[in-house]
């Protein structure tokens, strides 16, 4: 039902460097062949790669309830079923998943993103958690470059607190302090 699969440059990395890691959901249809249900995007962007195969459930008994497939569909794609990563959460674990070993350029060749987006990344997620404690729902509203200037400040407790101050009274992060 999509007209638009939004297969982002990210999106589609990631299925070429790591292949479809959730199966897609289909069913059998009247013409003998599949109907997908759940992966529409997953399989545009393994066809993308250049992907052979990519992991299925099939469902057969989903085959003879096309206004219950439809219904899936909607199910699984709405706001209320899925909901992304805030930058803060992504930062996290981006900067584990370094910490965890790997590079910069599986980290890149993964996700998508330009060396620069990576090093802002894993610069945000070395945000300590008393800097999170203190932010609170901020953190979750900051974008990846707010909140890898907000860690430089992690040391120095007074200059972060001065930055939290602004952040929540919503002034630019150009007047914040700097640390000496």
């Not at 899936?72 to 370094?98: C, H, I, Q």
């Amino acid at each position: 039902v999509r007209t638009d699969l939004q297969l982002s440059q990210e999106f589609c990395a990631s299925i070429a460097e790591l292949g479809v890691r959730i199966p897609l959901l289909v069913t059998t249809a009247e013409d003998g062949g599949y109907r997908v249900i759940e992966g529409h995007r997953r399989l545009a962007a393994a066809i993308h790669a250049g992907l052979t195969e990519v992991p299925c459930h099939l469902d057969l008994a989903r085959a003879d309830d096309e206004a219950g497939q439809f219904l899936d569909m909607v199910s699984a794609n709405s706001a209320g079923y899925r909901k992304t990563l805030a930058p803060a959460e992504e930062a996290t674990a981006l900067f584990a998943a370094r910490e965890a070993g790997a590079t910069r350029p599986r980290i890149r060749r993964t996700t998508g993103r330009k060396a620069d987006e990576i090093k802002t990344a894993l610069q945000a997620g070395r945000l300590s958690k008393d800097t999170r404690a203190k932010a609170g729902e901020l953190t979750n509203q900051l974008n990846l470059a707010q909140l890898a200037l907000l860690a430089e400040f992690d040391d120095y407790q007074d200059a972060a607190a001065k930055t939290l101050d602004a952040l929540h009274h919503r002034h630019t992060l150009e007047y914040t302090p700097e640390a000496h």
